[in-house]
């Protein structure tokens, strides 16, 4: 069995702040993570996914998300943030199997950004 | 290259009716997974289509049903139709080999 947690249902940060959002895991078997943002009224875009590869994974926008399978957590992160990034950020594990499975969702931070 | 394509973008029906939501997965995808989206809430996952079976099926009831056309497209059906199932239905697309999956902008249920 899977599942996420996202600590903070409401991240507000001003513009030009660090960007911190966390997500911790739980995976009875080796994970593929993922963030996905969802801006109002549409669907998910992929920011960034840790596939068992490098543990510090960058994605777009500026965004990047550290893998720590001591902590069981993969946080994500963007150095300055911009008006354009309040949108919901979305925490995704699926198990390693060798063929596409299904997401475990957390619950969602929506990121403010104020001037 | 065109991305994940849903219809339609909203519906309403009313209690008791059923609804049929179509998908067409991302060029070069053969696997098709559907997911509910309540307000404020993750989205949830509903099934998931390959080789136009039925591979993966979350916890929903069986008034959720589907199908895979041999283009890789997909329907979602879903009967006697509760306000519970109120929602943002997403398809997603992927490679039935790949981990990545790719949402389509989804189709925004709301039943009266």
């Known amino acids: 069995a899977q599942s996420v947690t996202q600590l903070g249902s409401h991240v507000s940060v001003s513009e030009g702040a660090l960007v911190l959002l966390r997500c911790n895991y739980s995976?009875?078997?080796?994970?593929?993570l993922f963030w996905y943002v969802q801006y109002p009224n549409q669907g998910l875009q992929l920011l960034l996914k840790?596939?068992?590869?490098?543990?510090l994974v960058k994605g777009i926008n500026g965004f990047e998300a550290e893998f720590k399978k001591s902590e069981t957590s993969f946080h994500l992160t963007k150095p300055s943030a911009h008006m354009s990034d309040a949108a919901e950020y979305f925490c995704?594990?699926?198990?390693?199997?060798?063929?596409?499975?299904?997401?475990?969702f957390g619950t969602g931070t929506r990121l403010q950004v104020t001037l | 290259d065109a991305g994940v394509t849903q219809s339609p973008t909203h519906l309403i029906k009313t209690r008791g009716q059923q609804v049929t939501l179509r998908c067409s997965p991302k060029?070069?995808?053969?696997?098709v997974s559907w997911y509910q989206q309540a307000l404020g809430q993750g989205p949830q996952f509903i099934f998931q289509?390959?080789?136009?079976?039925?591979?993966q099926r979350g916890n929903f009831p069986d008034r959720f049903s589907g199908h895979q056309f041999p283009n890789y497209s997909s329907e979602l059906n879903v009967n006697a139709l509760l306000l519970g199932d109120s929602a943002l239905y997403l398809c997603a697309s992927s490679d039935w080999v790949g981990e990545t999956q790719y949402f389509g902008p989804g189709t925004r249920l709301l039943v009266l």
């Open positions: 840790y596939t068992s590869a490098a543990t």
């Open positions: 060029s070069g995808h053969d696997t």
């Open positions: 995704a594990v699926s198990p390693f199997t060798g063929t596409a499975s299904k997401l475990t």
């Open positions: 289509y390959y080789e136009e079976e039925e591979r």
């Open positions: 995976s009875s078997v080796p994970p593929y």
